[in-house]
């Protein structure tokens, strides 16, 4: 769990964290300093919602009967996967324009006044928060009440970005934003596999998919549940020595279709055909 909710951690808070660096080092190089309040009043507010959000959903379902929290809980879990999916494949294309585009929001909202400034840093962190919030969730019932590792996982990931984002602004690291994006897209690829099958369970646990004892394998002789290497394996791809059909099989399709989609080439954009012209004076085309 620390290793996959660290890698989730720092891919999201790298995002949030890209995302005020740029709009920050916009208004430093346009002398338009006096914005810098209102854009962080937008970001803190869209932290402390998230926060807020992630602690709700954690603790504010406990009091819930036990198919009610593994109902919500698998979920959770399947929104999470689809907000990681969708996530991988955003970056995917727009690593390289996503400055160009928070320039230009930015750039309309200055003169629309603080409130449209503001707005842009809460929309521009907002999501990768609501994103987290999910995640946090989703991993901390993965892992169980009274376990701390998914809390620790986060908080290194999250402090390993915002340390990341202040030394690119420093210009005292460069990231090769393209294969970063990549590779970490690969593992949360895997990751959200995991999250995945783990969110069947709990919907099979709590009676509304069938199948909870319909078993895929079950390895529980070999791989003990409470060994290091079963520990490990569940900590990074929520991987189960006793693993239901419907479970296997979500995380195959997963892997395989999503796999395949994530790395294939990315097409670069058709030019645009030059107008026509006419070849002598007078023709039309």
Do not use: C
């Not at 926060?51 to 709700?56: D, E, F, T």
């Not at 099979?204 to 390895?219: I, K, Y």
Request: proline share 4%; charged share 10%; hydrophobic share 55%.
């Amino acid at each position: 769990m620390l290793v996959s909710n660290a890698l989730i951690g720092l891919r999201e808070g790298l995002e949030a964290a890209l995302v005020v660096v740029i709009l920050v080092a916009f208004l430093v190089k346009t002398d338009r300093r006096w914005a810098l309040r209102y854009v962080w009043v937008g970001v803190v507010t869209a932290v402390v919602l998230s926060a807020g959000l992630a602690a709700a959903l954690t603790f504010g379902t406990r009091q819930l009967s036990f198919e009610t929290q593994e109902l919500i809980g698998g979920s959770a879990s399947i929104l999470a996967v689809g907000f990681v999916t969708a996530m991988v494949f955003w970056m995917r294309t727009a690593a390289r324009t996503i400055s160009g585009e928070l320039k230009g929001r930015l750039d309309k909202a200055l003169d629309l006044g603080p409130l449209a400034v503001a707005l842009v840093g809460f929309l521009g962190v907002g999501r990768e928060g609501l994103e987290t919030a999910i995640f946090f969730y989703a991993t901390t019932e993965a892992a169980g009440a009274g376990n701390n590792t998914p809390l620790v996982g986060w908080l290194l990931g999250l402090g390993a970005a915002i340390v990341l984002g202040w030394l690119i602004y420093r210009g005292a690291v460069q990231i090769n934003l393209g294969s970063f994006f990549r590779w970490t897209g690969i593992a949360l690829v895997l990751v959200a596999a995991g999250i995945l099958a783990y969110g069947i369970h709990d919907l099979q646990e709590a009676q509304f998919l069938p199948g909870l004892q319909t078993l895929a394998f079950d390895v529980s002789g070999t791989i003990a549940p409470d060994s290091w290497y079963a520990t490990l394996l569940k900590g990074i791809f929520n991987f189960t020595p006793a693993t239901t059909v419907l479970q296997a099989v979500a995380w195959t399709a997963y892997v395989v279709v999503v796999l395949a989609l994530f790395l294939r080439p990315v097409k670069a954009p058709a030019p645009r055909p030059a107008p026509l012209t006419p070849s002598h004076p007078g023709e039309t085309a």
